[in-house]
C-alpha cells in the first residue's frame, strides 16, 4: 500500500505535541515529506526527527507547489488557517486542518464550500 505523503505548515507547539506523534504511529499510512516554518531552526529538528528526504521550504505557497505533497497538515497560528487551507485547496490538496479551523463562521463556511467545489 503507498503510503499518503505529507506536508506540515508550522513546526510550532501543535506539531510537535500532535501531528508529529501522529505521523510516527501511523507511519505505515503516512509519510512526511515536506515541512515549513518562518522559523529555519524547526525544519531542521523535524529532518533530524524523520530523516533527510523530507523537503523544507521557506514559505508555505512553495510547500503546496509541491507535486509529491498529497496532504497538508496545518497546524500554524489560527489566525494563518483560513488563507493557507483556501490556497490548499485551491492547489487541489487534501487537507488537515488544526482547530480552530478558522476565526470566525463565515470563512469556515467558505472554506467548506471550497472544499466542496475541489472535491467534485
Keep these: 500500500m503507498k503510503k499518503i505523503t505529507v506536508g506540515l505548515i508550522g513546526v510550532g507547539r501543535a506539531a510537535w505535541g500532535m501531528q508529529c506523534p501522529e505521523l510516527e504511529d501511523r507511519s505505515e499510512l503516512f509519510q512526511l515529506s515536506a515541512c515549513t516554518d518562518p522559523i529555519p531552526d524547526r525544519n531542521i529538528e523535524i529532518q533530524k526527527r524523520f530523516g533527510q528526504q523530507v523537503k523544507t521550504y521557506e514559505n508555505y505557497q512553495n ?4 507535486p509529491a505533497v498529497e496532504l497538508v497538515s496545518i497546524a500554524s497560528p489560527s489566525k494563518f488557517h483560513f488563507e493557507q487551507a483556501k490556497a490548499c485547496l485551491r492547489a ?9 479551523m478558522c476565526l470566525n463562521l463565515a470563512n469556515a463556511k467558505k472554506l467548506a464550500a471550497l472544499e466542496k467545489e475541489s472535491a467534485g
Design 63 to 66: 510547500l503546496i507547489a509541491d
Design 92 to 100: 487541489g490538496k487534501h487537507v488537515f486542518l488544526e482547530k480552530p
